[in-house]
């Protein structure tokens, strides 16, 4: 897809925020026929306090050339929110790492190392799982293993070898019965497939993939084009378990640091203490554990 590379990012996001600001959002005076939804590009460069050139040059996708000060003041004059800022400095730091001659490819495959299975194996009442940039899941413990059994049994993780978070999400029907909440989690995947795109361009591992999905799905489709990015990734999860039945969960995604330069995204999804979600969550734990054989 043309719009993953950096400068068509860069273009396409600032638009689409520039066109959800009205100029009285704005507090700037209102007269006459407006061709656009939002904000002019003068009316951007007059708020952020640079040339109106400058931002339609900033606009074009070059943005490997903008101080950081200027940065600061367009987010400023876009009302972007923490995450999208941060986005938004992501993708100048990603153009300016770009040596000429670059080859794109895809990111190295991390061996993970052995501490990392036994830490989610430690977590008993936890579904605990690790899943790269790209969202393939590279490991995960007992208890997410039977909790995701339908995501790890899909017909899409047997074709590709691998399970991954996003062509489950939108590439098996199946998934709309198992997650209660399909639309948020929908919302979230992609938003993490669009920040980690504007990080890394160069990855084709994250291209191809976003190319797959929005050949397959609208709803991927229309999501990727809406831009929003998603960083801080924590709530409330909701599943239609096809053996444990309805389920809330909370999780939280982190970081999981697997050398001095990687890391991985762990996400742990645990019930609410002496909840029937908990119970429901033990019983679950209870098929998914290690039987042991007695002697005789």
Same mark, same amino acid.
């Given at each position: ?6 400068? $068509? ?8 925020? %520039? ?28 708020? $952020? ?13 070059? #943005? ?14 876009? %009302? ?26 895809? %990111? ?37 293993? $039977? ?16 399970? /991954? ?28 497939? %669009? ?30 084009? $809406? ?5 801080? /990734? ?23 640091? #697997? ?38």
């Amino acid at each position: 897809m043309d719009d993953v590379n950096n400068r $068509a990012s860069v273009r396409d996001f600032l638009m689409s925020r %520039r066109a959800r600001i009205t100029p009285a959002q704005a507090g700037l005076p209102v007269s006459g026929h407006r061709r656009v939804p939002g904000l002019r590009r003068e009316e951007v460069a007059v708020l $952020a306090g640079v040339s109106s050139e400058w931002y339609a040059r900033l606009e074009k996708g070059h #943005i490997a050339e903008v101080s950081y000060d200027v940065l600061d003041a367009v987010a400023r004059a876009l %009302r972007l929110d923490d995450e999208e800022r941060i986005y938004l400095f992501d993708m100048a730091r990603a153009a300016r790492a770009d040596e000429p001659g670059r080859a794109c490819g895809p %990111r190295p495959a991390t061996d993970l190392p052995p501490t990392v299975q036994w830490l989610l194996d430690s977590m008993a009442l936890s579904s605990a799982m690790v899943s790269n940039k790209r969202l393939d899941v590279l490991a995960v413990n007992p208890l997410g293993r $039977a909790l995701y059994s339908p995501m790890l049994e899909s017909p899409t993780t047997h074709e590709h070898g691998q399970a /991954n978070l996003a062509r489950y999400h939108f590439a098996d029907p199946g998934s709309h019965d198992f997650y209660g909440n399909w639309h948020v989690t929908a919302d979230v995947l992609v938003g993490l497939l %669009r920040t980690e795109a504007g990080r890394d361009h160069c990855d084709t591992g994250i291209t191809d993939l976003v190319t797959e999905l929005s050949q397959v799905s609208p709803e991927f489709r229309t999501r990727w084009a $809406a831009h929003n990015v998603v960083i801080h /990734n924590r709530g409330t999860k909701l599943f239609r378990h096809p053996t444990a039945g309805p389920l809330t969960l909370a999780y939280h995604s982190m970081n999981l640091p #697997i050398s001095v330069q990687e890391a991985e995204m762990l996400t742990v999804c645990t019930a609410e203490p002496g909840s029937a979600d908990e119970d429901r969550l033990r019983l679950l734990a209870s098929w998914s554990a290690p039987q042991t054989q007695s002697s005789n």
